[in-house]
């Protein structure tokens, strides 16, 4: 059936650029030690960088997007010098069910447009009834970002809730369970929740197609749910990141609506709408109490990534990667043609009710980083990756260090680092010096880490800078047994949080 709707559509074998190139999946899941390093990997390496990505296991029936594929971990184990890489599939319900039947079931962004799309709606509406596909695990993908709460290393998806994975001594990467919180949170769970530094609660949120469209929760030691509260908006949207600071929560309702209802009239579920006000709520941190929440209007814009939010003076100060002309999601199967995303400065003025948007650096870019020991408070810099779009698919060619402290438009971008001709890397993880946040010269003293994809070798390396002198040279190059495909968001986790993933000190597979 999902054959016949998807030739109705025009999309059946149809080229999709998410499916060419350093975008296609790779067909192994291998672990390999002694990998070659060039350089020093520095001893604050030591424990593993993990990032997530989509890599579709299957040919799609229909549309395809980038952000449909199953989630697959690409590790790197390290410890003394020594590197070894692995990947593998989150095992997901998704991942499971259709690897059994061989083929996708559940319904992707790619196909959501125009009655072809309902139609896949309607029909897995239908399998779900005949018991076809079973839904009450979660249809998610985990396929967008790694976190580290609690002793858990937790793979993330927006539509779900977390997969608790563990990455071993030799590299070989597990997935443990479902998160469900004892069941007693709600999903989905926000693919970018804020873990306070001060408290190591986690704070997220998660919207969904359903009244009353977004809630906020706050999971505690031993995954306690604190809070979990419903939040009702004016229209459902698509809500990928929010911020924490000392004291508030602050989301952000961008108009980047979802309209099942209009996909009947052959549009696609996600749409623009460039003459809403996109709106940020600002709520005290554990309040339960949404009537609390105060709204905050600018024009309509778009941001995927917060960068990091703070307190100062009476006003939140806010920085992301915003879109200023929003986004174009008219065709959901193919790339965007989207207007770039430059670092921009959200003034929320808690005194006057004012808001104001500042553009901070003229360099296009996703991906934003800071220290984890930073989140929600005032920080200098952050590391971006510069993306230069190829027929609206996103291509980082190098890096960004940007200098939110500065005065002068001259001075902002504080350095960057080209990752060479014909290479493209992704978001850069900041791995500080040392764990303890007092022994750093700067919050710069550390490393990024990242994946760098070489497209005449068609290979990838792990490689690190440093963060401070932001040299082009790496700090060390891993050579990786097979190519990473391009994908989201990564973690580095330092040797204790390693080894907390093992709650009884047992290592079942041998060191590196
Ligand atoms: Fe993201």
């Known amino acids: 059936m999902e054959v016949v709707i998807s030739i109705a559509a025009g999309k059946r074998g149809k080229k999709n650029p998410w499916m060419e190139g350093n975008y296609g999946p790779v067909s192994e899941e291998v672990v390999e030690a002694d990998l070659p390093v060039e350089g020093v990997l520095p001893r604050a390496l030591d424990g593993a960088y993990v990032r997530n990505g989509p890599n579709p296991p299957h040919q799609p029936i229909g549309g395809h997007h980038w952000f449909d594929g199953d989630g697959m971990l690409h590790a790197v184990r390290i410890k003394d010098g020594k590197a070894a890489y692995s990947n593998a599939y989150v095992q997901t319900s998704r991942f499971k069910q259709e690897k059994k039947a061989g083929r996708p079931l559940i319904f992707r962004l790619g196909v959501m447009e125009g009655i072809p ?60 369970e479902r998160q469900t919180y004892g069941g007693h949170l709600q999903s989905p769970f926000t693919a970018h929740p804020k873990i306070d530094p001060a408290t190591g609660e986690l704070h997220g949120i998660g919207y969904s197609f359903h009244r009353p469209w977004m809630h906020y929760y706050v999971i505690g030691k031993g995954g306690n749910v604190k809070l979990d509260m419903d939040i009702s908006l004016p229209d459902p949207v698509m809500m990928h990141d929010f911020a924490i600071t000392e004291d508030y929560a602050v989301f952000m309702d961008f108009p980047l609506t979802i309209k099942d209802k209009d996909m009947v009239k052959g549009k696609p579920l996600l749409t623009f709408n460039k003459d809403r006000a996109s709106r940020f709520g600002v709520l005290p941190k554990h309040s339960d109490d949404a009537s609390k929440i105060r709204w905050f209007e600018l024009p309509a ?32 199967s193919a790339p965007g ?5 430059c670092v921009t400065e959200i003034r929320l003025d808690l005194n006057s009710s004012q808001a104001t948007s500042r553009r901070v650096a003229d360099v296009h870019c996703e991906f934003p980083t800071i220290p984890d020991s930073l989140v929600g408070r005032k920080t200098r810099y952050t590391y971006v990756a510069m993306d230069e779009r190829v027929d609206g698919v996103v291509n980082p060619r190098g890096l960004a260090k940007i200098d939110l ?38 919050e710069d003293d550390g490393y990024l880490a990242t994946y760098v994809y070489d497209e005449a070798k068609n290979s990838s390396e792990f490689v690190v800078y440093d963060a401070r002198s932001f040299s082009a040279e790496p700090v060390a190059r891993v050579k990786l047994p097979q190519r990473v495909p391009f994908g989201f968001h990564g973690k580095h986790i330092n040797a204790a949080q390693f080894q907390a993933q093992f709650p009884f000190d047992i290592h079942f597979l041998p060191d590196i």
């Open 301 to 332: 814009m778009y941001a995927f990534h917060v960068a990091n939010a703070w307190q100062e003076g009476n006003a939140i100060r806010l920085f992301a990667c915003v879109y200023e002309k929003g986004i174009n999601f008219e065709s959901v």
């Open 405 to 442: 402290a500065a005065s002068s438009a001259q001075e902002v971008i504080a350095a960057k680092i080209g990752f060479g001709p014909g290479r493209i890397g992704g978001e850069a993880v900041f791995v500080p010096s040392s764990p303890d946040p007092s022994a750093l010269k700067g």
């Open 117 to 176: 799309g309902l139609l896949f709606y309607l029909l897995q509406e239908l399998k779900e009834k005949l018991g076809i596909v079973n839904t009450k695990d979660g249809t998610g993908s985990a396929n967008t970002s790694v976190i580290f709460h609690d002793k858990q290393l937790l793979a993330l998806v927006e539509s779900d809730l977390p997969y608790v994975v563990r990455v071993n001594n030799d590299a070989h990467i597990e997935t443990l």
């Open 337 to 341: 043609d989207e207007e770039e995303a």
